[in-house]
């Protein structure tokens, strides 16, 4: 349930706040790739954060720091002015309409918003390089860099958010509803053991790790909610090839109302680290 902009708001998020360091940030987004580089969308932009534009000088993960601190003035009044947006085809809420930022976020399913104390505010949206390939059909395994392409916006756009307790308890009937979707799905395809890519998929998101201060429900409900988008991950691959309506067809139809129940409770989970880090 982690990725480039969770780990980056809640770890800048902390040290605006004064309980992280700028290497604490450094090591939660090397887990991404080994370079992160920082560039303005358009001349707007550009003007706004100095950063280069039309020629993208890689500016490194250091300008992006700035470019975040230099935004977040809206800190000074003791709350986080970061946060974050997951958007999906049909929702996209918290996304700035009609704008570039929305369709770059969209596009990528992620994004950061940094709001500022006059009204306006910055979006960030990361975007893998792979660099070339060996041929023209092959691309690396790991990315060569991450690269965060930033917005000018003419305001930090409101969404809803669930609350923590609300997200805590969906999930709990997601968990239920996920695992026996999971049980009636028979093994097939290139899945042997559909639990243990359950697992593997669940390790894999533990190398990520939440500021200390983070409240332990709000980690408890990333846990859960990683543990039911992982199952759906799986089957999703488990779907029979055939136009025929089987027992596996209809237990994957019945997983998918619960994607909207993980990006909700990871947004509620999300913003109450946020939160957190300014409770001292």
Known sequence: MWCPSV???????????????????????SLWAPK???????????????????DLDEASVITLLST????????TTGGPAIGIVLPVPGDVRGLA???????DALAAGEAVVVAGEDGSAIGLVPEFDYGDGESDDELPSEPRALVWMVYSLPSA?????????EA???????????AEGLGAIRPGNDVIDPRGVVEQLMESARVHRAPPEAPSRALRVLEHAAHVDAILRVSSG????????????????????LSAVVRSARMA?????LHSAWQR
């Open 7 to 29: 780990s980056l708001s809640v770890w800048a998020n902390a040290w605006l706040a004064g309980s992280a360091a700028p290497d604490d940030i450094l090591d939660a987004l």
């Open 36 to 54: 992160h580089f920082v560039a303005a969308y358009d001349s707007v932009t550009a003007g706004h954060t100095g950063l280069p534009w039309p």
């Open 68 to 75: 975040v601190r230099t935004a977040a003035t809206q800190t």
């Open 97 to 103: 309409a009609g704008t570039q930022f929305e369709a």
């Open 157 to 165: 756009p409101v969404s809803e958010q669930l609350g923590l307790g």
């Open 168 to 178: 805590e308890y969906a999930l709990r009937s997601a968990v239920r509803s996920a």
């Open 238 to 257: 488990l779907m029979p090839i055939g136009s025929q309506l089987s027992e596996a067809q209809i237990a994957t139809d019945a997983l998918k109302p």
């Open 269 to 273: 989970a999300v913003t109450a680290i």
